[in-house]
């Protein structure tokens, strides 16, 4: 390309010569426009392959698996989909987990996920490709991926340019903060649910921009596939009014943002009460209701544009103004005052609640607080997942405000309320990762276009006036190049070096990030062993297939909530509580069975019909997210409902410890007993005495564990998973 | 699919090694055992060494009648022939240094059956028996779930005991003249057996006879109760599938139930116990099989319905693939896994072409695990539809 623009004196028989001898080349030529577009096509083709592959260092580190624990209840719902159809599926009644009360599957999830990775194996299957659904469902996470990198190309063009598009897609395609969730094997509702969030917000901006019915209808559309896949569609339903405020705010309403906002949100809802677990929210639920107060609002905000109108006259009009406003203000609080003292509005969530006030969880809600991926982010952990992106951030804010829009305002908006969510979550960073690629992308590619136009008019003003077009912009090119500094050519080279140095190194922490930190299944554990080589711990599955083959098929298994998805979909058996948690108080009896003494626990056992007790254990491997370390929130969660738990019992001056020095209610508690038994016999490390549990580092409290109630059914090769069988009552005499 | 013209339609003529358990179903024609044979000697030697029973029979007949002899009689317990697997006959040909073996076809009677619903096996002589003249025969069977464990539930501590059931004299409708009988037992530890004299024990080996001139059918029961530690591993399902791809490849996907069929596993697995002690401990459960695949086997894989199953080995040569698979976890009496093994073989290997254009593979029927009992084997072949 660049030899086309190369002197004009021997541009001619360059271009001659080679048409003449092959005249279809000539059709090949192609004019600036269309190699622009080109080499556009082609970079989002590589970031779309790119996007896809950085995820699949998961597949060829482990294996095609699933991940984690949510994604393992995903797949189990995606192959009853599957296997039963769309029907049963959504009258499915789980009695395998929640014993005794099961769960209605159909009615408690959001099924977007599933459907989308049934609809493509229909489709798969369709064009005869006999793919099997793990493979789909592993697959599914970085597929949407590649394609939210094109959807921010889309949104990057509409708020700034194309080229601010297509730095956006490269960002996004590779960032660690959107990778965490999305390697293949994590199949999760947030895989599709950020697609679907940029795309709603992408096609809402749109619409804004157009004042068309059919972006917005869109945007619609896009929202109901969001509503349908992961609960944090509650951010659009409260970012887009927030927006619409800003805008009437900022003197920025136009007859644009009325049709966005009132088509996208009457549709909208409507299409979301279709989802059987949201149902009639957007109308009851103390969440949704600042969409519909500005919806109400806008309606206000037209009838007095037109009454405006009408009158001609500012005087009668304020008046009627004063009135109106006092009515409808007046009338808005009423209905929400009655509305939440009859219990009609539902009020805020606690998760709701916590991300408004962070220490909320903390006093009011254990299980909300005990889950590690809630807990306020570490500075450490923005640096991990954005990488240069935290200081772009900033630079690319600058630039918004300076080129002020209503995309942009946008823009801003939604990356300044998700950034203070990101802060208040650690999983959150997910929501702020599109808006802070899309806000650092407007940045870098403001930044190099300012440098490359410097660079460029110098050589330009050097050949004077060849190129023909763009001559407003060159002409400011070369005002600013009149009034340059001194080695402003060579300064401009220099930053624009730093800046390509600047997105390598981004781009390699990106791929080292998602090489060594995310692409862990979690479910197999990988180790460096003393020669160097890799050590697999698959204890998991072996514990599960042991479940599964060598227990009764209705057996039930007691086990703390983070294993219960994993229990039923790969073990199949039936679990008393799972990571759903929607029954607090079930999960308190579980914590309190694991808190109590084993006569006691056995008596609690025994209501549940338990037949075997799981735990997790990694004194012997050093796995430090074992029961034993999370076993503190069984307590806290135990006494939220059960005084009897008290957190101080297993406590020593505040300390927890589980070595000589440890509180004798913890030495005696079913968890620490079920956890330590016969583990006083075993020489972990060398040099170290009996019964030295790795993972905390000290020779454990009491070596000498009796069982009474319950005997030892299996424990896996690394003791990284332990299961025991209940005892049959003894017999009275 | 549709848009592939059909060529010529092939014709896959499937022949498949059929192991002699199946060869057996063919019956034959019925004919009433004859006294005019007398057995001269008879050598009887039992393998118990591992959980199948393999039992080796040498003997000598005599045709005492006035008219040939074609075929030779022998007999089984309907509680063998209901655990019989195998039988197998061969009579030797050639003297001293050219010996040599001649398979013999072996088949069932289904009538008339012998007293007491004995199953009689007709053995096919290659040439008639003259009068007067005498014929080695050498009998190979193999019998399966013929050792009952006894104690029926043991602990992990405790070794795996179990019953074998036979007689002192072989059951046969023929007169013996003389017999004897060996049973070789995995360890010195016998509980006990029963005595028919004359017998003795040395070391691993119960020896029992020379009995003399019994008559047709004579039965004399005996009980041997001894330690048997080796995996009861036994496949209860096995489906095999054979595809095959005009790509060139054969692909063979093979689903196992496995179980072990041992004594059952009572109360506790204490892990502690078998890492530490693992000669004492677990001594009857078993932690890995071996299966032997046909040389250049290639993309191998071992997994279950949970995923990848990551503790095997293979190792091939130019003669054999060994593929060293460990279920998730060791299997005690009665604990069950399920696995499915996968491979990719070069299709030349198995395809030949006959000159009238028809083509025929030639591909092994049974399970490629070694010492396991198959107990219901399914194959699929699917071809293509050229």
Known sequence: MGAIKADPSSKAPISSSPYSFFPFLKALRLKTKQQELLLRASALCLIYVLAFAIRLFSVLRYESMIHEFDPYFNYRTTLFLTRNGALEFWNWFDSESWYPLGRIIGGTLFPGLMVTAAAIYKTLHFLRFAVHIREVCVLTAPFFASNTAIVAYFFGKEVWDSGAGLVAAALIAVCPGYISRSVAGSYDNEGVAIFALLLTFYLFVKAVNTGSLAWALASAFGYFYMVSAWGGYVFIINLLPLYALVLLVTGRYSMRLYVA???????????????????????????????????????????????????????????????????????????????????????????????????????????????????????????????????????????????????????????????????????????????????????????????????????????????????????????????????????????????????????????????EAYSSPSIVLAARGAHGGRVIFDDYREAYFWLRQNTPQDAKIMSWWDYGYQITAMGNRTVIVDNNTWNNTHIATVGRAMSSYEDEAYEIMQSLDVDYVLVVFGGVTGYSSDDINKFLWMVRIGGGVFPVIKEPDYLVNGEYRVDKGAAPKMLNCLMYKLSYHRFGELTTEYGKPPGYDRARGVEIGNKDVKLEYLEEAFTTSNWIVRIYKVKPPKNRW | MEGIPPRRALILVLVLVVSSLFSVLASSSSSSPSQDVRILSVERRIDLTSFIVRAFLAFKVENTGASDVSEILIAFSPNEAQHLAIVKASTTAGKRKKKAYLPLDVNPIESPKGPNGAQLFSIALPTPLKSGDTAALEVLYVLTHSQEPFPAEISQSESQYVYYRDSALLLSPYHIKEQRTFIKTPSSKVES????????????????????????????????????????????????????????????????????????????????????????????????????????????????EIGNISSSRLRSDSLKSELEIEPRYPLFGGWKTTFVIGYGLPLQDFLFESSDGQHYLNFTFGCPLLETVVDRLTIKVSTLQF
């Open chain 1, 261 to 515: 906002y009132n088509c996208m949100y009457v549709i909208g809802m409507l299409l979301a009460m279709q989802i059987r677990f949201v149902g009639f929210q957007h109308v009851q639920s103390g969440e949704h209701m600042a969409a519909m107060g500005v919806f109400f609002l806008m309606q206000v905000f037209y009838f007095l544009d037109w009454v405006k109108y009408l009158l001609n006259d500012p005087k009668q009009f304020h008046a009627f103004l004063r009135i109106t406003l006092t009515c409808a203000i007046s009338v808005g609080a009423l209905a929400l005052g009655v509305g939440t003292a009859s219990g009609y509005i539902s009020p805020w969530t606690g998760r709701f609640y916590s991300l408004l006030d962070p220490t909320y969880a903390k006093d009011h809600i254990p299980i909300i607080a005990s889950v590690s991926e809630h807990q306020p982010t570490a500075w450490s952990s923005f640096m991990f997942d954005f990488h240069i992106l935290l200081f772009l951030f900033p630079a690319g804010l600058y630039f918004c405000f300076k080129r002020l829009s209503d995309a942009t305002i946008f823009l801003v908006m939604y990356g300044l309320t998700s950034m203070y969510f990101a802060g208040v979550m650690v999983r959150l960073i997910l929501v702020a990762t599109p808006a802070v690629c899309l806000i650092s992308a407007i940045a870098i590619s403001a930044t190099i276009k300012n440098l490359t136009s410097l660079v460029r008019t110098k050589s330009k003003a050097l050949q004077s006036s060849v190129s023909k077009g763009a001559a407003s912009l060159k002409a400011s090119a070369k005002a600013s190049f009149d009034q340059a500094l001194p080695f402003q050519k060579n300064g401009a080279i220099a930053l624009l070096f730093g800046a390509f140095y600047l997105l390598s190194r981004y781009a390699i922490h990106c791929t080292w990030v998602t090489s």
């Open chain 2, 193 to 304: 057996y029963t005595n028919v004299s004359p017998n003795n024990r040395v070391g691993t080996e119960l020896r029992y006879g020379p009995y003399h001139d019994r008559s047709p059918y004579s039965h004399s029961p005996i009980l041997v109760h001894f330690e048997n530690n080796n995996p009861f591993a036994v496949v209860e399902e096995l489906t095999r599938e054979v595809e095959i791809s005009h790509w060139g490849n054969v692909q063979i996907t093979e689903h196992y139930k496995l179980s072990h069929a041992g004594a059952h596993h009572k109360g506790v697995f204490s892990r502690v116990e078998y890492q530490a002690r693992p000669s004492i401990s677990g001594v009857s459960s078993f932690k890995s099989l071996l299966a032997r695949l046909p040389p250049r086997v290639h993309s191998v894989y071992y997994r279950d």
